[in-house]
């Protein structure tokens, strides 16, 4: 059974890899669902980590609808991927209503090539799963990370499990809320694959800091924070 840990940082990578995982999906900032790591990340991974390695390719924060500026920065850094030689993508894209934006997301997997393509957690937005698993099978995913469409995947096991028996050539990969008090279930209802970041919260000052740096204003996942023109334009006014 296939053992994939999330790593957001090279110390989480290098641990995943020292306790003996199977794979390590590689992104930046766990607390948003994962974005793309930054190029100095990605280097530093091939160059120490000796495991295979799947990307996440996610330009920001927020919902699976991206604009033509992102989805082309999307491509690039697959592009980068393919050049530093990892496994895999991590990927995928939706339109503004939860459905799955076939178009886009086939573009993403020829763009990948020769390397393995999961479609990620964006498939717990879709509205019509066994549908999507279908769809996603005809494009050639490989692997299809989801909780069931629930916020843990203890909680999605019923559809999982329909979903794991339907799936012809593609892996369905349990993930979210999954440790060892509970990972036995998954061995024993068959899957070929799970997904966990095992991550815990590490102290690193000697005190709290009194001025906050995160801003739960601008996590939205119906939505993005993007620059506003008019404020900028009033500053710029102001100021030159």
């Not at 840990?5 to 900032?29: F, M, P, T």
């Not at 000796?50 to 690039?76: C, H, Q």
């Not at 993403?108 to 066994?130: K, Y």
Request: glycine residues 6%; negative net charge.
């Amino acid at each position: 059974m296939l053992v994939e840990v999330c790593a957001n940082s090279l110390q989480s990578a290098l641990i995943a890899q020292e306790a003996g995982v199977d794979r390590i999906e590689l992104c930046s900032e766990l607390a948003v669902g994962g974005i793309t790591p930054s190029y100095g990340l990605l280097k530093a991974v091939r160059e120490k980590i000796n495991i295979p390695v799947n990307v996440i390719i996610r330009p920001r924060s927020g919902d699976f609808t991206f604009s033509d500026d992102e989805f082309d920065i999307m491509k690039a850094n697959i592009v980068l991927c393919k050049e530093l030689g990892f496994n895999g993508i991590v990927s995928g894209v939706l339109h503004a209503d939860c459905s799955l934006d076939e178009i886009r997301t086939r573009e993403l997997i020829v763009a990948s090539g020769d390397l393995n393509f999961t479609f990620h957690r964006a498939f717990d937005w879709v509205r019509d799963a066994h549908k999507t698993l279908e769809v996603l099978e005809s494009l050639g995913v490989h692997s299809i990370l989801t909780s069931g469409q629930k916020t843990a995947a203890p909680l999605g096991l019923d559809l999982l499990e329909d979903l794991h028996k339907k799936a012809k050539n593609c892996i369905i990969m349990p993930g979210s809320g999954i440790n060892q008090n509970n990972v036995h279930v998954f061995k024993q209802k068959g899957f070929r694959a799970v997904h966990l970041s095992a991550a815990r919260y590490c102290n690193t000052l000697m005190e709290k800091p009194e001025v906050p740096m995160n801003s739960a204003s601008f996590l939205f996942e119906d939505g993005v924070a993007v620059s506003n023109l008019e404020i900028l334009k009033a500053v710029v006014k102001i100021l030159k």
